[in-house]
């Protein structure tokens, strides 16, 4: 048995909340990943176990972003107990207790920028191939169970 692919499972990819329209959880984190990896969405459904730690949207933040209660989110997170999890951006990562660098596994967990297009770090081709190589050799190749 491979120490961790067994006893873990699929990596859990945790987000922030839902958006303001129904949908599948994280549907535009998926379709990030999905042009990072050149796969159609869909193919994703089966590769992790999406989740976010507020089941509803919070609503409006004060820079156009959505509002995100830190109390109900560290409340959220302390009953989600599985691992590995991928973590999307410093709010979910503070919500955790954790404080990491971008793509570094830890215990478990890693940290990725948030995928929203308010994001700017998006914004830089080398930032985007950082992040295109995790989800390519770390993810899919399931490096994190080493």
Same mark, same amino acid.
């Given at each position: 048995?491979?120490? $961790?692919?067994?006893?873990?499972?699929? &990596?859990?990819?945790?987000?922030? %909340?839902? $958006?303001?329209?129904?949908? =599948? &959880?994280?549907? +535009? /984190?998926?379709?990030?990943?999905?042009?990072? =990896? @050149?796969? @159609?969405?869909?193919?994703?459904?089966?590769?992790?176990?999406?989740?976010?730690?507020?089941?509803?949207?919070?609503?409006? +933040?004060?820079?156009?972003?959505?509002?995100?209660?830190?109390? /109900? %989110?560290? /409340?959220?997170?302390?009953?989600?107990?599985?691992? &590995?999890?991928?973590?999307?951006?410093?709010?979910?990562?503070? /919500?955790?207790?954790?404080?990491?660098?971008?793509?570094?596994?830890?215990?478990?967990?890693?940290?990725?920028?948030?995928?929203? +297009?308010?994001?700017?770090?998006?914004?830089?081709?080398?930032?985007?191939?950082? %992040?295109?190589?995790?989800?390519?050799?770390?993810?899919?190749?399931?490096?994190?169970?080493?």
């Amino acid at each position: 048995m491979v120490v $961790g692919y067994e006893y873990f499972g699929r &990596p859990y990819v945790i987000g922030e %909340a839902p $958006g303001r329209r129904p949908g =599948l &959880p994280l549907a +535009g /984190a998926r379709r990030r990943i999905a042009r990072l =990896l @050149e796969i @159609e969405p869909e193919e994703l459904a089966d590769m992790f176990h999406w989740q976010n730690l507020l089941s509803e949207w919070p609503g409006y +933040g004060p820079n156009g972003g959505s509002e995100f209660p830190m109390e /109900a %989110a560290r /409340a959220a997170a302390t009953e989600i107990t599985q691992r &590995p999890l991928i973590l999307l951006g410093r709010r979910v990562a503070q /919500a955790f207790d954790v404080d990491q660098p971008w793509f570094v596994w830890r215990d478990g967990l890693a940290v990725c920028p948030h995928p929203s +297009g308010l994001s700017r770090w998006w914004n830089d081709p080398e930032h985007t191939q950082q %992040a295109t190589e995790f989800w390519r050799t770390q993810v899919l190749t399931g490096s994190w169970r080493d």
